[in-house]
């Protein structure tokens, strides 16, 4: 079949599940039981042992001079055992994936699934994109496939890539110009494609082989595109010398240059670097995968809008949105974040954008009993530094959270500390092994240069829920994400834990300047 004007036949394979569990409507009031969150009285501590045990624990040095904010409460009256400036303002870092990521569910709904279509009219088919993170090489190919089943052979016009159901931002406003390169940077999109099943979105693999002593190294990418181009200037070191590989990506540019060597008779080494003009790469493998199946189109690849009457031939949905949190909650994925923030736009505001999403965000938060006031976001995954919270507002998010309908599928997208499955302890699988907290606590972590916070759910000895929030800015040396396990386990332990089981003071765990799951990609 050759697609002219007059179309093609079609079958819609898939639709849309837009839920709302879990939403309250516009403008309702905040629970009753909110009073004692916001009148501002001063936190009570239900034993003096607590207090004067976490007191013990944030004296470490490294913590002088530092903005330290630490709030813990009991999970089902709300009532604060320990309050340390609480209410001072801090930044997030990733602990900003807790509003983005409640919205999500409040807004969205568990249920929610993104979707990618392929359509025909005019000649031209359409690639169009509603911003699933989930999409890798080998689902553009299925869709290749269906395409080609469907008694497709040629497409006489061009292939037009629809990213249209966001707008055309990339980036959110205040990230550093240095990480755009990265893949925990990737650039946000409607029709993009994931290199790995972690879903790095709009990131590309870059492997690196050895030849001979002398050579040049062998590159390639994964998936293979021709939109990213290799600038191979690297060389093979003899055996047994020290790899010097650097891989880099200038802004704006979409050439990865490679340089230093690699010796011989190593393995392959490979590394995630974030790609420009993500549309397009899109676009690109499933031209290729249609290629592959025998379809062969004769225009130009380029970016549009799928214009109203054509016909639909293939779709392919995501998993639901309590599956794809799991990645995006346990592996602190930004770029899941990002397109949540404009997908909640677009379905509140009608508009695919930060502006529209970021404030629907906050506003959903502001129903979970949280001070909008006390709250400032620039993005909804905390990698901006200008992103502004407090302990005590993730401390009340946390709490209104287990009362509503969502609250088991985003309770299991918590990293669990101590657990070595990735997708079961995510950002916590190293930490707090053989103490109590391990399999127990179940927090979101943040750590950015200079910012380390840890918040989340324990069940303390006596059998109560606390819920926990500390958040450490412009503290000296590492990240003392040791103090954080510290506090966490002398919850879970009780008294007189003092926090000893955990790492010492001042031996940071995961210690650098960003969430652990990030830093392969530097």
Avoid at 82 to 101: C, E, W, Y
Avoid at 175 to 195: C, F, K
Avoid at 216 to 231: E, S, W, Y
Wanted: aromatic share 4%; with cysteine; hydrophobic share 40%.
């Amino acid at each position: 079949m050759i697609i002219r004007n007059l179309g093609v036949a079609v079958l819609l394979a898939g639709c849309m599940v837009a839920g709302g569990a879990g939403a309250l409507p516009a403008g309702a009031a905040p629970p009753a039981d909110l009073a004692a969150d916001l009148d501002g009285r001063p936190a009570r501590s239900l034993d003096g042992d607590l207090a004067e045990d976490l007191d013990a624990i944030l004296k470490d040095g490294r913590l002088r001079g530092a903005a330290v904010g630490v709030v813990v409460r009991d999970a089902e009256s709300g009532e604060v055992l320990f309050d340390r400036d609480g209410d001072g303002q801090v930044m997030p870092a990733s602990n900003n994936k807790l509003p983005t990521s409640a919205a999500a569910f409040g807004i969205l709904g568990a249920g929610y699934r993104f979707r990618t279509t392929v359509s025909a009219k005019g000649g031209n088919l359409y690639l169009k994109g509603t911003g699933d993170t989930t999409m890798r090489a080998a689902d553009y190919d299925r869709l290749a496939a269906a395409v080609a089943g469907k008694g497709v052979t040629e497409v006489e016009g061009d292939l037009v890539a629809d990213d249209t159901w966001f707008d055309a931002d990339r980036v959110p406003g205040g990230w550093d110009l240095a990480d755009l390169q990265y893949a925990y940077a990737g650039q946000t999109s409607a029709l993009t494609v994931s290199p790995n099943a972690d879903f790095d979105a709009g990131s590309i693999d870059v492997t690196v082989a050895a030849t001979r002593p002398g050579r040049p190294v062998r590159a390639r990418l994964r998936p293979a595109t021709g939109v990213v181009k290799i600038d191979n200037r690297a060389a093979t070191g003899r055996a047994g010398s020290p790899s010097t590989l650097a891989v880099k990506r200038r802004n704006g540019s979409n050439t990865m240059v490679i340089t230093g060597s690699h010796p011989a008779g190593a393995p392959a080494a490979s590394v995630l670097r974030a790609v420009e003009r993500p549309t397009l790469y899109a676009a690109d493998v499933f031209r290729r995968a249609l290629k592959a199946h025998g379809v062969r189109v004769a225009g130009a690849t380029e970016r549009g809008r799928t214009p109203a009457g054509a016909k639909t031939i293939a779709t392919r949905t995501s998993m639901p949105l309590s599956r794809l949190a799991k990645p995006f909650m346990k592996l602190s994925n930004n770029v899941m974040a990002e397109t949540l923030v404009k997908a909640i736009g677009r379905k509140a505001r009608g508009e695919g954008s930060w502006a529209a999403g970021l404030p629907a965000v906050t506003a959903y938060a502001e129903r979970l009993g949280v001070d909008a006031e006390q709250v400032t976001m620039t993005d909804g995954s905390g990698l901006a530094r200008s992103n502004r919270t407090t302990a005590r507002q993730l401390s009340i998010l946390l709490r209104h959270a287990r009362k509503q309908a969502w609250f088991p599928a985003w309770y299991a997208s918590l990293p669990v500390a101590g657990r070595s499955d990735r997708l079961v302890g995510g950002t916590l699988a190293k930490r707090m092994r053989g103490t109590a907290a391990a399999g127990n606590v179940h927090a979101k972590t943040g750590t950015l240069t200079g910012v380390t916070a840890l918040s989340g759910y324990v069940r303390s000895p006596d059998g109560r829920t606390l819920i926990f929030s500390s958040v450490f800015n412009g503290y000296s040396g590492g990240a003392p994400k040791d103090v954080e396990d510290r506090i966490a386990v002398r919850l879970a332990a009780g008294d007189g834990a003092g926090g000893g089981a955990a790492p010492r003071s001042g031996t940071p765990v995961d210690g650098g300047g960003l969430e652990s799951t990030w830093r392969r990609s530097r």
